[in-house]
């Protein structure tokens, strides 16, 4: 199966709710078999996805036609044995939440993550919870 890791800058001129992210990802995912970790703060996105390689194809065909996105840069694009995160989740932080027991969150959705997947999952979140 395909995995595909990208990173990119959401567009404050599409703005969109994070929960609306979650909804409309969830039944996509779902119907294409797709799954993964989708870290999103309001200002970034850094999403794996896994599954049937068309499907993973065509849903990063989307995203990247997506306006909410922009400066899109795809990190990994890999063949995975298994799936490294299970089944889909969002990462998300609310305004005031606890940033220790964030980051312990991120570290058990990228658990069974490759090292440099896991790695950039963290690193990421490590800096904008500390920003």
Request: glycine share 6%; with cysteine; charged share 25%.
């Amino acid at each position: 199966m395909l995995q595909l890791v990208y990173i990119s800058s959401a567009n404050p001129a599409a703005p969109c709710p994070t929960q609306d992210i979650l909804t409309i990802s969830r039944r996509n995912n779902a119907r294409d078999r797709i799954s993964g970790l989708l870290y999103a703060d309001g200002s970034r996105f850094l999403q794996a996805l896994e599954g049937p390689e068309d499907a993973i194809e065509a849903a990063y065909v989307r995203i990247r036609q997506d306006s909410r996105h922009r400066a899109i840069v795809l990190l990994s694009r890999r063949q995975v044995d298994r799936h490294e995160f299970g089944h889909w989740e969002m990462a998300h932080r609310a305004p005031g939440a606890d940033a220790a027991e964030f980051l312990a969150e991120v570290d058990r959705l990228t658990a069974q993550a490759a090292p440099d997947i896991r790695g950039t999952f963290q690193g990421l979140v490590q800096a904008r919870v500390l920003a």
